[in-house]
């Protein structure tokens, strides 16, 4: 199966950005960058995702490398809300494969 | 709008019981997942399904059975419980796979004594 790499966890200083990456060099051409995160004692929720060029909510940003084989997700201000765990995947599929397969994260402590 | 409702959110089994674990969801999606989460780890995909009438192995099914009969409603169920089972259950769903979010629920935290 597609394995993505993170750093297991890092630190912020709430009112700085924030840069998570990851790493995925088996991604194929056509497969969709996800990132996820989940907030102590909840289930993950989503968080941005994208395919090749960078990509920006109200939550976030997504910046994907040119050979997409990796990916910085961008908080712009981190506050206290953000520590959690942030999980970066992308789905599976093809014949009779279509499955979204989670990596361990990374912890994200913000500090005040 | 209720989103993806995991029954029930606590329980507690003796080992060699069993019981199902109820996710609904109201977004008519084509898409559930079971994950189970244990302690200070990262979720590990049990089983899922494509659609109504389908389901599908994921990376830990050993133990496990599903079965998604209606399109809002995926069950998992533990035929015998073990302690090895004792994990936070969580449930997904989402419309598509490659260029769509999934929702989670809440999660169901179960126990093997």
């Known amino acids: 199966d597609a394995k993505t790499t993170q750093p297991n966890s890092m630190e912020s200083n709430e009112e700085e950005p924030v840069h998570l990456p990851c790493n995925h060099s088996?991604?194929?051409?056509?497969?969709?960058i996800h990132w996820y995160r989940q907030l102590p004692s909840q289930g993950p929720e989503y968080v941005i995702h994208?395919?090749?060029s960078n990509v920006n909510n109200r939550m976030a940003s997504l910046a994907i490398a040119e050979d997409r084989k990796s990916s910085t997700l961008i908080l712009h201000r981190a506050t206290l809300r953000d520590a959690a765990v942030y999980y970066c995947n992308f789905p599976l599929y093809g014949g009779a494969t279509n499955k979204l397969i989670f990596g361990t994260g990374t912890l994200l402590a913000v500090q005040p | 709008n209720a989103g993806v409702t995991q029954t029930p959110k606590f329980r507690v089994l003796k080992t060699g019981q069993s019981m199902t674990l109820l996710c609904a969801q109201d977004m008519n999606h084509e898409y559930m997942y079971w994950y189970r989460q244990d302690p200070g780890m990262g979720l590990r995909l049990i089983h899922y399904?494509?659609?109504?009438?389908?389901?599908a192995k994921g990376e830990v099914p050993d133990g496990y059975n599903v079965s998604r009969l209606k399109k809002q409603n995926f069950l998992l169920g533990l035929e015998s419980a073990a302690p090895s089972q004792t994990s936070v259950y969580f449930c997904a769903s989402s419309l598509g796979l490659l260029n769509t979010e999934a929702f989670f629920g809440q999660g169901t935290r179960l126990t093997v004594v």
């Open positions: 088996t991604i194929s051409g056509t497969d969709y």
């Open positions: 994208g395919l090749t």
């Open positions: 399904s494509v659609g109504e009438g389908t389901t």
